[in-house]
């Protein structure tokens, strides 16, 4: 029976056992921080489209409190106490529940990881807010154009950011994450690579927003349309911006997501369809697009109007006609039947 040796083994020597890849140990005292950029962060980049929001949330909302804490001496009335004062702090409850979700998420890697006993995370216990369901926000027309003229006479990134966010109805993410190389001004279109579906999708650009994205200054070596503040990152934050600017035009509780509201319901109220809001606003699914049908409410009351009116008007030639024939019947002179 031929045998044969394994590879670079010396007769009569024992082959190396295979080396096995531990994970690396993380020390039972480490500390949120550390534990966060060394071992959870590294874990989700590459597990989690939307790791850099986890990323921004601890570094905003969880690390000022708990950053150079170790796990077992967080409890779970400091999390609240936490939680409490970011929502009195102006804080909307998805937000504050969107950061409770990624507390809990890096306690129970903690826990994997053995720095937490089974059943002691932090977080155990806590409640989320109750959401309480809003009706959605939209600019009337007169809202739009003053916040655009205010927006045209700013210099500043975000300005232009929100302006595109108002021309275009796209996500506040697409267009804060657009790179030169997406934009194709020929063709009219901005390419997001990877959208939120999962497909790459097509933004048409009217004159107006090919004529914001010209203004834009391109900065040598820099990808971004709006580079961050931070070297070879995007722009990643205009909340600040829009706060000041929607205070100073009187539109206290707009969102930023609600330019992407008002976008459409400008196109529904113009008469449009909600197959090309659908196409525009990048929708997967229609039932997504049907929140908008009751915008075109006016329209069709227009529509249905313009029915009435027709049928007044064939009603009242028709009574004029008939009152014609009459005066005419009297005029006529019947002899008299013999």
């Not at 031929?2 to 140990?25: D, F, I, Y």
């Not at 989700?44 to 969880?62: A, M, P, T």
């Not at 129970?108 to 989320?128: D, F, I, W, Y």
């Not at 045209?152 to 929100?162: D, L, T, Y």
């Amino acid at each position: 029976m031929n045998c044969r040796r394994p590879l670079h083994s010396a007769p009569g020597v024992s082959p190396a056992p295979a080396r096995r890849r531990t994970r690396k140990p993380v020390q039972a005292t480490a500390t949120f921080d550390a534990f966060v950029s060394g071992v959870y962060l590294p874990h989700i980049r590459f597990r989690k489209r939307s790791w850099q929001v986890d990323e921004r949330i601890v570094r905003q909302h969880l690390s000022p409190a708990f950053g150079h804490r170790e796990f077992t001496r967080i409890d779970r009335d400091e999390v609240e106490a936490r939680l409490q004062t970011l929502s009195v702090q102006g804080l909307a409850p998805t937000t504050c529940n969107r950061i409770l979700a990624v507390f809990k998420s890096i306690c129970s890697l903690a826990a994997l990881h053995g720095l937490l006993p089974p059943g002691r995370s932090p977080c155990a216990g806590v409640t989320a807010f109750k959401i309480h369901v809003q009706r959605e926000r939209y600019l009337t027309p007169n809202q739009a154009r003053r916040l655009m003229r205010e927006l045209e006479r700013s210099g500043r990134a975000e300005a232009a950011v929100i302006r595109l966010l108002l021309l275009t109805g796209a996500r506040k993410s697409e267009i804060l994450k657009a790179r030169w190389e997406d934009v194709r001004l020929e063709h009219r279109l901005l390419t997001v690579p990877l959208s939120k579906s999962g497909r790459p999708r097509h933004i048409p650009l009217s004159a107006e927003a090919m004529s914001v994205i010209r203004a834009i200054p391109r900065i040598p070596g820099s990808p971004w349309l709006f580079p961050g503040h931070s070297p070879g990152k995007p722009l990643s934050d205009i909340y600040l911006f829009w706060r000041e600017l929607r205070q100073k035009l009187g539109l206290a509780g707009v969102r930023i997501h609600d330019l992407r509201h008002t976008f459409a319901s400008l196109l529904v109220n113009a008469g449009h369809s909600l197959y090309e809001v659908q196409k525009l606003l990048g929708h997967s699914d229609p039932r997504t697009t049907m929140r908008y049908a009751h915008l075109g409410q006016d329209s069709l009351v227009a529509a249905a109007e313009t029915v009435s009116g027709c049928l007044a008007e064939i009603a009242t030639a028709t009574s004029s006609d008939e009152s014609t024939i009459f005066c005419q019947l009297e005029q006529i002179s019947i002899p008299p039947i013999p």
